[in-house]
C-alpha cells in the first residue's frame, strides 16, 4: 500500500510539471532493466460562422515486407469471420440528411467484441496504450496512429513490437485485419496528422482499397509479445460538417484538478449537471462530438472512460501529446493547434465549451463565431467575448429547439 501511494504521489506530480527523458521498453526479448523515468460553416441559430505529411507508411495491409522500423511485416489482408469488402463498404451510415455531413443517425457505440486473441492467456490492461482518435475528410489519407508504453506515470515506450491491426468497418459487422506495423524510435517517421514520432508510435496508412467510408469506425491493435491492446476511433464527415468541442477539467467534471486527486484514489471523476443531457441534444441535431482535453497523453483511457461513464456522446478525443499535459499559455496554444488542424480540413466547431482563460483565447484564435457559441462554464470571459452559463440546464431548451440538421 506504501509502494503504491509513493507511485500515485509520483503521478500527481509528473502531471502538474514536465517529466525529463524517456529510456522507453526495448525491442521484445531484451531483458534489461529501466530504471523509473513517464464547419467551416456555423450551422446553429446564429451567424455564420494540416497536417497530413506525405510521411512513408508505417504498416501496410498487401504482400510488401520491408524491414525498416515501423514498416510492414504482414502478408495479405485478412478478415475474421464473414467475407468483408474494401472501401466502398459503409458499414453504419452516419451521415446525410439536409446539411452535408450532418451525423444523421445515432452515432454507434463501437463495442463489438474484440477480434479473436491470439492465445489464452489475459489481456494486460496496465498499460497506457492509446490510438489517436481522427476525425478525416473525404479524399484524405487515412491513418492508424497510436502509442504503446506502460510504466504508469513514466510513460515507458514500446520499441520495436509488432502489432496486429484490426478494423470494425461502420463499427459493425466483422473485424477486418489490415496489416502489422512495428513500434517505433524516437524520430523514426516524419510527421503525421500533428502527431511527432516521440518513440513507441505506429504510423500505419491505410490502403486506398481499403479506405474508411463516411460515419465512425474502430481500430483495435494487439501487441503480438505481451497481447496487450490499445484502440482508435476514426469518424469519416464531408468538409463542412458541423462539429462541436468541448474543454474535459472544470468544463465537464465538477472540479478543474478533479483528474489528479481521482487518479491518486483509482476513481473517475464526477461530471457536471445536465452536461451530457446538453451534449446529447446537439448530437442528436446533427453535431459531431469533440472533447478536446490539455491533459498528459496517458490520461486518454481514463478520458474516454469518463465521457462512457456519464453518457456524454460518443466522439474524438484529443489530449496533448506530451507526458506532462498543459496548462495557461501551453493549453491555449495546444488548443489553438487543434483548431487549426481542424480548420485545415475544412472543419470549424460551431459550438465550444470551456471554463478558462486558455479555453477563451484559443476559441477566439479559432475564430469560434457567433460569439455566444462560445459557453463557459462558470466562467465570464471579459477579455475575447463569449456566454456564461451557471449550469448546463441553462441550455437544455435552446438546445431542443435548435433546428435539426438533417431535415433541412
Not at 451567424?47 to 515501423?70: K, N, P, R, W
Not at 508504453?149 to 489490415?178: K, M, P, Q, S, T
Not at 471523476?269 to 490539455?294: H, Q, R, V
Request: net charge negative; hydrophobic share 30%; proline share 5%.
Amino acid at each position: 500500500m506504501v509502494c503504491r501511494s509513493l507511485v500515485a504521489l509520483a503521478s500527481l506530480t509528473a502531471l502538474l510539471t514536465a517529466c525529463a527523458g524517456d529510456d522507453g521498453r526495448d525491442t521484445i526479448g531484451d531483458s534489461a532493466t529501466t530504471t523509473a523515468t513517464t464547419t467551416a460553416s456555423s450551422t446553429s441559430g446564429g451567424t455564420d460562422s494540416t497536417d497530413s505529411d506525405s510521411a512513408s507508411t508505417t504498416g501496410s495491409s498487401g504482400s510488401a515486407s520491408e524491414s525498416a522500423t515501423g514498416t510492414t511485416t504482414g502478408g495479405d489482408t485478412t478478415t475474421t469471420g464473414a467475407e468483408t469488402t474494401g472501401a466502398e463498404t459503409t458499414g453504419t451510415e452516419t451521415t446525410g440528411g439536409g446539411f452535408p455531413g450532418a451525423n444523421c443517425d445515432p452515432i454507434p457505440d463501437c463495442d463489438a467484441v474484440p477480434p479473436p486473441k491470439l492465445d489464452n492467456d489475459p489481456t494486460p490492461t496496465d498499460n497506457n496504450h492509446r490510438g489517436r482518435d481522427m476525425f478525416y475528410v473525404d479524399g484524405e489519407d487515412q491513418w492508424v496512429l497510436a502509442k504503446f508504453a506502460d510504466g504508469g506515470v513514466l510513460d515507458l515506450d514500446y520499441h520495436g513490437y509488432n502489432v496486429r491491426i484490426f478494423l470494425n468497418r461502420g463499427c459493425a459487422g466483422e473485424w477486418e485485419e489490415l496489416g502489422t506495423a512495428v513500434t517505433s524510435d524516437d524520430g523514426d517517421n516524419p510527421t503525421v496528422e500533428g502527431v511527432e514520432d516521440t518513440g513507441g508510435r505506429i504510423y500505419f496508412k491505410i490502403p486506398a482499397d481499403k479506405k474508411l467510408a463516411p460515419g465512425r469506425h474502430r481500430v483495435h491493435m494487439i501487441v503480438e509479445d505481451d497481447k496487450s491492446t490499445a484502440d482508435q476511433y476514426i469518424d469519416v464527415v464531408p468538409m463542412g460538417a458541423p462539429i462541436f468541442v468541448s474543454d474535459v477539467d472544470g468544463t465537464l467534471t465538477t472540479s478543474e484538478n478533479e483528474e489528479f486527486f481521482d487518479l491518486l484514489l483509482g476513481d473517475i471523476p464526477d461530471a457536471n449537471a445536465f452536461a451530457a443531457s446538453a451534449f446529447t441534444i446537439l448530437e442528436s441535431k446533427g453535431y459531431w462530438p469533440m472533447y478536446m482535453t490539455a491533459r498528459p497523453e496517458f490520461l486518454y483511457k481514463r478520458t474516454r472512460e469518463f465521457v462512457n461513464l456519464h453518457g456524454f456522446p460518443h466522439g474524438i478525443i484529443h489530449t496533448t501529446l506530451s507526458k506532462s499535459g498543459a496548462l495557461g499559455g501551453e493549453a491555449a496554444a495546444y488548443k489553438t493547434g487543434e483548431l487549426d488542424m481542424l480548420a485545415a480540413k475544412g472543419l470549424k466547431p460551431v459550438y465550444a465549451f470551456g471554463n478558462r482563460e486558455s479555453d477563451a483565447e484559443a476559441y477566439n484564435n479559432g475564430d469560434i463565431q457567433p460569439l455566444e457559441n462560445r459557453v463557459f462554464f462558470q466562467f465570464n470571459d471579459a477579455v475575447y467575448g463569449g456566454r456564461m452559463i451557471n449550469s448546463y440546464g441553462e441550455l437544455l431548451d435552446e438546445f431542443d429547439a435548435l433546428p435539426d440538421l438533417c431535415e433541412q
